[in-house]
């Protein structure tokens, strides 16, 4: 049963500290988006990969956040230092991005991050 | 700024009622999408549509395209407790070489039996 992997599923840390979240996607999905959801903001896109090279990154605070493909089946994305506006339910999902009817994304299940 | 915006954004009704559910942007899309998400878990894709005044049915949802693309319904008929949930609709733009997949600010559906 494929489906999009994301470690850990919860994540509290303090206000500083380096947090990495990590995402395996479905395999042979050549594409790859991180999306933050808050109540007040929705689900919000802070990066895209395609073919592990990054196509958009715009929705993301560049100071404090980065996102890298190690490999095509490792995605991870790191916030250093957090701050508790961070706090935020994070979601990686992966598609094949090969045309328009291919935009289907498969979520993981998320990392609820909670920066105190 | 959202980039599509849902109305309404909670909406409570009784079982076998009829809703609909809407997502607008002044931006014209290839393609749009929605998704239902249940607490916890991730979005999960309903149905895409493609074409400009596409209508697609899927048991009791009804999913139309706007014929300039650039906005979206969602009709459930009867509907039922297990409907219950966050529905999203997501676009991709009209960009040369991207499939970036934006998302809506969302609907609240419950569905009280």
């Known amino acids: 049963d494929a489906r999009v992997t994301q470690t850990p599923r919860d994540k509290v840390t303090e206000m500083g500290q380096e947090v990495t979240m990590r995402c395996q996607p479905i395999l042979g999905h050549n594409t790859v988006f991180w999306y933050r959801q808050t109540m007040m903001q929705g689900l919000e896109l802070l990066a895209y990969f395609r073919n592990r090279a990054p196509l958009d990154d715009s929705g993301m605070p560049k100071d404090r956040f980065s996102a890298e493909m190690p490999d095509a089946t490792l995605a991870t994305l790191k916030i250093q230092p957090s701050e508790p506006r961070d706090s935020a339910v994070y979601f990686c999902a992966s598609g094949l991005g090969q045309g328009v009817l291919n935009t289907e994304a498969f979520f993981g299940q998320g990392t609820r991050l909670t920066v105190v | 700024t959202q980039l599509l915006e849902q109305s309404p954004q909670f909406l409570s009704i009784q079982e076998g009622e009829n809703l609909t559910v809407y997502c607008n942007s002044s931006s014209v899309f290839s393609s749009l999408q929605w998704y239902r998400q249940e607490p916890g878990e991730g979005p999960v894709l309903l149905v895409t549509?493609?074409?400009?005044?596409e209508v697609k049915k899927l048991k009791r949802l009804t999913f139309q395209f706007g014929d300039a693309r650039k906005d979206s319904s969602l009709h459930i008929t009867a509907a039922q407790p297990g409907d219950t949930g966050l529905y999203l609709c997501?676009?991709?733009?009209?960009?040369?070489?991207?499939?970036?997949?934006?998302f809506g600010t969302g609907t609240r559906l419950t569905v009280i039996p």
């Open positions: 549509v493609v074409t400009g005044g």
């Open positions: 997501a676009g991709t733009r009209e960009q040369t070489g991207a499939n970036n997949l934006f």
